[in-house]
């Protein structure tokens, strides 16, 4: 994976170099090209910035030196050469449809999709990804149509707040991506077991000593019973997940709990309609035919209903559905 970013602040992002990306970066997995946007300027002041059009308060960010910037990082680009060698390739093979091989540019912006989990494994996939992070009021829109033609333009947001600059939301982007790169973690396996991989937030954890300031390690964790550990941990996440992050119980999909899990959760008010039941009883109620009751139910779980697995889809990853857990405590 090669990254470029253009920023006003190359600095900022340096130690990403030094520390952060280390193991992968020491592999060849990842490499980090930083660019300072002022050296694409020509004045005494290497101004990158100026008012808006139309008026109105803080400052837009100029077209020309993104404009220049854009242009090297396009002209080093990996996928370049690759495009160029399917496109010789196509001329003798013939009619193979070609490849989308424009490099991705990430625009960070509080007004992109919303960045998560799936959408890092997504990224990871990625040959090459350029991101842009601006300053100020934004990016001279002009600047964003031209991309188009040589990159594939996405804005990405890191949640629903409001950041000075891009430049953290890119440091948060390459460490979530950077970690999923095959090869780039130690330990693989944790990546299996960690919060918003399996859609439910992760149990937690102890070390030595089994007491600390006169509190105990769980029981059941010096058991060497592996199958009540593993329920044990299981019974933590759903109730973990219950408690701050009920959104995503409900986009759980219901078949993959278990009888325990729905045991668990009946215990703390959460039940499951039984669609098949539920129709069966409505019908009882109500003999007259129901055509589109059936429909209606979550049998059939949409494949969108599972933004937490291993498939994500980067550009529409944010359409979970609820469906039947009510994440509600009985009264
Ligand atoms: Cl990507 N940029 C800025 N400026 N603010 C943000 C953001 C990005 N994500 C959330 N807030």
């Given at each position: 994976m090669r990254y470029d970013v253009v920023t006003i602040f190359p600095e900022y992002l340096e130690p990403l170099k030094l520390s952060l990306l280390g193991k992968a970066r020491e592999k060849g997995l990842v490499d980090l090209h930083l660019h300072d946007l002022r050296e694409y300027t020509f004045d005494r002041h290497r101004t990158v910035d100026d008012t808006p059009y139309g008026g109105g308060a803080g400052m837009v960010m100029k077209a020309e030196p993104w404009g220049l910037a854009l242009d090297e990082v396009l002209a080093a680009s990996p996928l370049k050469a690759a495009a160029e060698d399917a496109s010789e390739g196509a001329k003798s093979e013939g009619d193979e449809p070609e490849a989308d091989t424009r490099p991705l540019l990430i625009v960070p912006s509080p007004a992109g999709a919303v960045f998560d989990q799936a959408m890092a494994y997504k990224l990871a996939e990625e040959k090459h990804i350029v991101f842009a992070p601006a300053r100020y009021e934004g990016i001279d829109e002009r600047v964003l149509d031209w991309a188009q033609e040589s990159f594939r333009v996405m804005p990405v947001s890191l949640g629903d707040y409001v950041l000075y600059g891009g430049e953290v939301a890119v440091m948060a982007m390459i460490e979530a991506i950077t970690r999923l790169i095959p090869g780039a973690m130690g330990n693989p396996a944790s990546l299996e077991e960690e919060s918003h991989t399996g859609g439910l937030l992760e149990y937690p954890v102890y070390t030595k000593p089994a007491v600390w300031r006169d509190r105990e390690v769980p029981e059941v964790l010096l058991s060497g019973n592996h199958g009540a550990i593993a329920r044990w941990r299981r019974d933590r996440q759903i109730e973990r997940t219950l408690e701050r992050r009920p959104d995503l119980l409900e986009a759980y999909p219901v078949e993959q709990w278990d009888k325990k899990d729905r045991r668990f959760l009946a215990e703390r008010g959460v039940h499951f309609a039984n669609p098949a039941k539920a129709a069966q009883k409505k019908a009882k109620k109500?003999?007259?035919?129901?055509?589109d009751s059936v429909a209606q139910t979550d049998t059939a779980q949409p494949e969108a209903a599972r933004p937490n697995t291993v498939q994500p889809d980067t550009a529409q990853s944010n359409t979970a559905q609820p469906n039947t857990v009510q994440a509600q405590p009985e009264s």
């Amino acid at each position: 994976m090669r990254y470029d970013v253009v920023t006003i602040f190359p600095e900022y992002l340096e130690p990403l170099k030094l520390s952060l990306l280390g193991k992968a970066r020491e592999k060849g997995l990842v490499d980090l090209h930083l660019h300072d946007l002022r050296e694409y300027t020509f004045d005494r002041h290497r101004t990158v910035d100026d008012t808006p059009y139309g008026g109105g308060a803080g400052m837009v960010m100029k077209a020309e030196p993104w404009g220049l910037a854009l242009d090297e990082v396009l002209a080093a680009s990996p996928l370049k050469a690759a495009a160029e060698d399917a496109s010789e390739g196509a001329k003798s093979e013939g009619d193979e449809p070609e490849a989308d091989t424009r490099p991705l540019l990430i625009v960070p912006s509080p007004a992109g999709a919303v960045f998560d989990q799936a959408m890092a494994y997504k990224l990871a996939e990625e040959k090459h990804i350029v991101f842009a992070p601006a300053r100020y009021e934004g990016i001279d829109e002009r600047v964003l149509d031209w991309a188009q033609e040589s990159f594939r333009v996405m804005p990405v947001s890191l949640g629903d707040y409001v950041l000075y600059g891009g430049e953290v939301a890119v440091m948060a982007m390459i460490e979530a991506i950077t970690r999923l790169i095959p090869g780039a973690m130690g330990n693989p396996a944790s990546l299996e077991e960690e919060s918003h991989t399996g859609g439910l937030l992760e149990y937690p954890v102890y070390t030595k000593p089994a007491v600390w300031r006169d509190r105990e390690v769980p029981e059941v964790l010096l058991s060497g019973n592996h199958g009540a550990i593993a329920r044990w941990r299981r019974d933590r996440q759903i109730e973990r997940t219950l408690e701050r992050r009920p959104d995503l119980l409900e986009a759980y999909p219901v078949e993959q709990w278990d009888k325990k899990d729905r045991r668990f959760l009946a215990e703390r008010g959460v039940h499951f309609a039984n669609p098949a039941k539920a129709a069966q009883k409505k019908a009882k109620k109500n003999p007259a035919p129901q055509t589109d009751s059936v429909a209606q139910t979550d049998t059939a779980q949409p494949e969108a209903a599972r933004p937490n697995t291993v498939q994500p889809d980067t550009a529409q990853s944010n359409t979970a559905q609820p469906n039947t857990v009510q994440a509600q405590p009985e009264s």
